[in-house]
């Protein structure tokens, strides 16, 4: 399990065929030389499993599944991914609740900061930004505004969403330090991104469509009771 914070970046070095599967090799000294062989981490927000670590690289094999849901089979070298390590349990939720899982793919469409790019003494590093991105239609029942969304592995809040209007966008508040830490600092306007909704939401999402029973004597004797 992970939280969604993001603890350093990476970068692509290679994907390659590897067999039947493609194999991925990440650049990302810190968090390679405390890995080892068959751990799992989320690279912007995809739970894989390590393989043939060093201190400065680690490789993971991208199943069928992976290639098609994700956005990892589209990354070129040199590319920034987002990297966590799992959580400890007992360890602080800082985030939410991020299996690694995601759901699919959206699109970046802006990331806007919220204060004026003109100002003397704009600073990107120091101004909260504004995020649109384009939800698909499969997602679209597990958003919630104020709810939690991971986007590339980050846990991030919905502040904003047009989708009960018929729309498919969500808008996120990015504070200086998501910005300048994870790699949406990199991303640029139509860049695909992973998404992973909430799993508490999608959990209560699939009991509203258990059907309701009336519990009657008959159905009792019916079912073995």
């Known amino acids: 399990m992970f939280t969604g914070i993001i603890e350093q970046t990476g970068r692509i070095a290679s994907l390659k065929p590897h067999g039947a599967v493609q194999r991925l090799t990440v650049d990302c000294p810190g968090i390679a030389g405390r890995l ?29 599944e992976t290639l098609a849901l994700t956005t990892l089979a589209h990354l070129e070298p040199g590319a920034l991914v987002n990297l966590e390590m ?3 349990a007992g360890a602080p ?23 004026a790019q003109a100002s003397p003494d704009f600073d990107p590093a120091r101004t909260d930004w504004r995020m649109t991105v384009h939800v698909p239609k499969n997602l679209h029942r597990y958003i919630i505004p104020k709810g939690s969304i991971a986007i590339e592995g980050i846990s991030l ?9 018929g729309g498919a ?4 508040a990015v504070l200086p330090l998501t910005w300048a830490r994870t790699n949406l600092h990199a991303l640029a306007p139509g860049a695909p991104v992973n998404l992973e909704a909430d ?27």
């Open 157 to 165: 809040t919905i502040a904003a969403t047009d989708i009960p209007q």
């Open 93 to 115: 939720l800082g985030g939410h609740i991020v299996q690694g899982h995601v759901d699919g793919t959206g699109t970046l469409v802006s990331l806007i900061p919220v204060h």
């Open 36 to 64: 080892r062989e068959g751990d799992s981490l989320a690279v912007s927000g995809v739970c894989l499993t390590a393989l043939e670590v060093n201190a400065q690289y680690f490789h993971a094999d991208l199943a069928a």
């Open 199 to 225: 799993i508490l939401i999608k959990s209560a999402a699939q009991q509203e469509q258990i059907p309701d029973y009336d519990l009657t004597e008959s159905w009792l004797v019916a079912n073995g009771f």
């Open 86 to 88: 799992p959580t400890v």
């Open 169 to 172: 966008t969500i808008e996120i």
